[in-house]
């Protein structure tokens, strides 16, 4: 847009000079770039950097941060940002409030209400979906089916479609088991040969109802370990962080058994908090002792950089 501003200003110096066809083509292009500076809210795009940024929580991070020292979530945040400050003609959206905080959804879910071009929106969020989208397309067994209106209702539709599939597929069953009967007990009698082949050629030419199979539910069964000391991580006065500290001493003390959240706004420090208790990063100050026979899994936030393993390979590891 600064280059398009750039290139304005020189058809302002060359319009002094111009002749009138020259002038003319001159015009017509100011106009254009004029148009598109005004769509994209060149005039005032610091104050709406700095309302995307404030609304996703950016502000908070400082923009002057280089964006590899920032945070697998902060950075999700910084794309989606940059994608709604250039107000595409068309937004595709995959998940986009996986690391939102809910001031943050509330803001996005305004900011797509009023939104004038067409998104696409992939989330598992459905209070969200419902609030923001006006038609669903439902893909299954590799078709894609377009419904209008919000999810609640596709899911309205699509139970009365597939309850009304069900039942025809049950009349058409019980029609071709008449059909084959009539077909087996009749078509060797000369009586009523005809009236078999007729029946015969019905069957053949009929379009078949195929219901979709239920899809497997999985089912995982893991091997047990040993059974793991009763303290499974404990802390002394643990300082974590990198080259600033990021929190005050921790004492914390995990028992066997215990399911724990960490909660918090993005780049506060949580994963560094997991890295330091596995070793992965050296704490500032303080110890961590784990407990004897651990099997730790650990499920990161980021894949690792050049990882090419299939989705099948990472659960088998």
């Known amino acids: 847009l600064l280059q398009k501003e750039q290139r304005m200003n020189e058809i302002c110096d060359l319009l002094g000079s111009a002749d009138e066809e020259e002038m003319n083509v001159l015009m017509e292009e100011l106009g ?6 005004t769509l ?43 994608l709604l400050l250039e107000k595409p003609d068309i937004l595709l959206l995959d998940e986009p409030t996986n690391y939102l905080d809910e001031e943050h959804i509330a803001w996005l879910k305004r900011y ?14 459905i209070p969200f ?21 919000d999810y609640d209702h596709f899911q ?60 497997p539910k999985p089912e995982f069964h893991f091997k047990t370990a040993r059974t793991p000391s009763r303290f499974v991580v404990e802390t002394e006065d643990l300082v974590i962080g990198y080259d600033e500290p990021l929190s005050k001493p921790l ?15 993005n780049g506060i420090g949580k994963t560094t ?10 704490a500032l100050s303080g110890k961590v002792q784990l407990g004897d026979y651990l099997e730790i899994g650990y499920f990161e936030q980021e894949m690792p950089k050049g990882n090419k393993n299939p989705c099948i390979q990472e659960i088998w590891d």
């Open 40 to 82: 994209h809210d060149f005039y005032v795009i610091d104050a709406k950097v700095e309302e995307v940024a404030r609304a996703l929580g950016l502000l908070d991070i400082g923009l002057e941060k280089d964006v590899t020292d920032l945070s697998g979530g902060q950075r999700t945040k910084v794309l989606l940002a940059k």
């Open 251 to 265: 004492n914390l003390r995990v028992e066997r058994g215990d399911k724990i959240v960490l909660t918090g706004s």
């Open 112 to 125: 797509l209400i009023d939104y004038e071009n067409a998104f696409i929106l992939i989330s598992h969020d």
């Open 32 to 37: 254009t770039i004029q148009d598109e500076l």
């Open 129 to 149: 979906l419902n609030e923001v989208i006006n038609i669903i397309y439902h893909m299954e067994n590799q078709e894609l089916n377009r419904y209008v209106g």
């Open 273 to 282: 908090l997991l890295k330091s208790i596995l070793g992965l990063i050296p």
């Open 156 to 215: 309205e539709v699509y139970a009365v479609k597939k309850a009304q599939l069900e039942a025809a597929y049950k009349r058409q069953q019980q029609e071709i088991s008449e059909l084959k009967d009539f077909v087996a007990r009749n078509k060797a009698r000369v009586s009523t040969r005809n009236m078999a082949m007729s029946r015969q050629k019905k069957l053949d030419k009929m379009d078949v109802i195929e219901l979709a199979a239920e899809k």
